[in-house]
């Protein structure tokens, strides 16, 4: 069984390989059981969540990422999260792989939300907002410009300090030291938000950052962040009139930024037009010209993990 840590994951996953792996993924498709969930007692504090997501290509590959979540790692100056995954041999059971989780994770879902913006985001668009600043906000931008032609990137944190070190950083890297892409960190949300022509939030907020009277016809918004009904990342108004797409039919229950707009009756189930398999496969809905802009909701799937992992396994760093 071989080993990839997080530097030997990073290096296998480059974004313009794992996008193309993801659309075919989508495409062949593969079993994906419902994640399990388990709450493990900590005495004294919070409990550990432990997310256990397995799928598998008959005969091919399977795989099983576990996800680790302890809200009480904070006071003891540790991550909050720890992932790891195991692939293997669909057919014997052979183990063949254990690689870093957190950087399949984190690659798979930004790679996700730029294979979406291939088919929604407006084919001149120039300018991307990045709404957070954590792990996959930070790898947005990198893989959004193997779709389409950036020239301005800006990124808005809560905190201004950590968009002003992520932009420094981005200003760092040779996706943007090769080209002339314009890097900033954005000091004003609504103006910033006014000015993008894709605007793609990975945050773990609450109550809704970005507003819908904010965003310009055409503009596609990427909402990566929420993955529970208790978390918001947009209002309801971002989804009046908007052409919206899940990653799977798991949001539609899960996702905040959902529900809420469909329980306010701004949203219907017949806006949401398709999935990301629909899109890759051709199964797609025409948009309608009467649509004022596209939405993305993703709350990632194991599909995706299992793609990353088998692109691991095929490109050894």
Known sequence: MQTYDADATQAALPFERLIPALR???????????RQVLELPVPGAAPVASLIMPAWVD?????????????????????GLHAVYLLFDAATGVPIAKIDGDQITARRTAAASALAASYLAPADARTLLVVGAG??????????REVRA???????????E?????AAAWRGQAWVASTSIDVAPATDLEAAVREADIVSCATMATEPLVRGAWLRDGTHL??????????????????RGAAAVVDTEEALHKSGDLLGPLQAGVLSRGD????????????????????????????????????????????PA
């Open 222 to 239: 990427d909402l990566i962040g929420g993955y529970t009904p208790q978390m918001r990342e947009a209002d309801d108004d971002c989804f």
């Open 272 to 315: 949401v037009r398709a999935t990301l398999g629909d899109l890759c496969g051709g199964r797609a809905r025409r948009l309608r010209e009467s649509e004022r802009r596209t939405v993305f909701k993703s709350v990632g799937t194991a599909l995706e993990d299992l793609a990353a992992a088998m692109l691991v396994e095929a490109h």
């Open 135 to 144: 792990r996959v906000a930070a790898l947005v931008p990198e893989a959004y």
């Open 150 to 160: 950036l020239t301005r990137v800006r990124v808005w944190a809560r905190r201004s």
């Open 162 to 166: 950590a968009a002003d070190a992520l």
């Open 24 to 34: 075919e993924a989508f495409v062949r498709g593969c079993t994906v059981p419902p």
């Open 59 to 79: 005969g091919a590959r399977y795989g099983v990422k576990i996800v680790n979540v302890a809200p009480g790692n904070a006071a003891r100056g540790l991550p």
